[in-house]
């Protein structure tokens, strides 16, 4: 295969395993993504595995203690620092779960805040960030990314907005998870006990600052995908943010990629998942992106 090649297969092994381990490192690793569009090193700020939702679809396995309570930033930035040095030097390439796609090992798309649980849930996510910008810095990745993945409960934490405002910054982006268009079917799909109307007032106010990604996991729950109904007000709640001022480069659309906690939960197939994209475009005109 020719380093020209764009697309990236759900069918290999690099994308399909997202494991949050790599060898001895206990905050960094490295993942193909497809909606990065190639190498992301993932900084996994919840080895301690504490997250704020539980939602149906999430393979963390919460049953087993994460292995450390909190993050060591020396330690998170020697580790994201020999990564990077790791990838840019062939080494990655060489590894049995990427020797498939050595082409998209060398290039970091994005370091992204994601892992074990909720990243905003930390105490230091500002501190966090200026770790990550003095790595980008140090290693000359100026135009790598440094994405936000967040369920949306903790964008209000006074840090949290200090972190954001490092992040536009230098190349940052928020992807804020939108998984259902009422309290009822939220409660369902993410059980938390954090209201739904906070975060959807949390993806606005952030998106009112910059244009933001909404991702979104629909899948089947007893066999049953969203209904319309569910679907009519997701794409509502979606225009209530851009008619409130809030800017959405986009929106992905996914399903369950990996083994669940629950056996309810199950993936839709992409003719579902595609029907259902067309209907918000239909419904926002918003720009859409599908990742079965």
């Known amino acids: 295969m020719s380093e020209g090649i764009t697309e990236i297969k759900s069918s290999w092994a690099a994308v399909q395993d997202h494991t949050r381990h790599f060898s001895d490192f206990t905050f960094v690793y490295p993942v193909i993504s497809r909606r990065s569009k190639g190498l992301s090193i993932g900084v996994n700020l919840n080895p301690d595995k504490v997250c704020n939702f539980d939602c149906i679809y999430c393979e963390v396995d ?60 930390i105490h230091n996510f500002a501190e966090c960030v200026q770790t990550v910008v003095d ?49 009822d079917y939220f409660k369902a799909v993410n059980r938390t006990n954090v209201k739904f109307q906070r975060i959807l007032d949390n993806l606005l106010a952030t998106a009112k600052t910059r244009a933001i990604i909404i991702q979104s996991l629909f899948l089947k729950v007893h066999g049953e995908a969203m209904s319309d109904a569910e679907l009519e007000a997701y794409c509502e709640r979606l225009n209530e943010l851009t008619a409130g001022g809030g800017q959405i ?43 079965p």
Do not use: C
């Open 62 to 121: 919460r049953r087993i203690p994460g292995a450390v309570t909190e993050v060591d930033l020396n330690q998170m930035k020697d580790e994201l620092t020999a990564m990077i040095r790791f990838a840019k030097d062939g080494g990655l390439a060489k590894e049995p779960k990427f020797d498939e796609v050595p082409w998209l090992t060398r290039e970091v798309k994005d370091i992204a805040f994601s892992g074990d649980g909720e990243p905003t849930m």
């Open 135 to 183: 790595v980008k810095q140090s290693e000359d990745l100026g135009a790598t990314e440094i994405v936000l993945i967040t369920d949306a409960a903790g964008l209000d934490k006074a840090d949290v907005k200090r972190g954001l405002e490092l992040m536009d910054a230098h190349e940052g982006e928020v992807w804020g998870k939108l998984d259902a268009g009422t309290e």
């Open 249 to 291: 480069r986009e929106v992905h659309l996914y399903t369950v990629a990996r083994p669940t906690p629950e056996a309810f939960a199950t993936k839709l197939e992409l003719s579902e998942l595609e029907s259902m994209a067309a209907t918000v475009r239909e419904r926002t005109g918003l720009t859409v992106a599908v990742f």
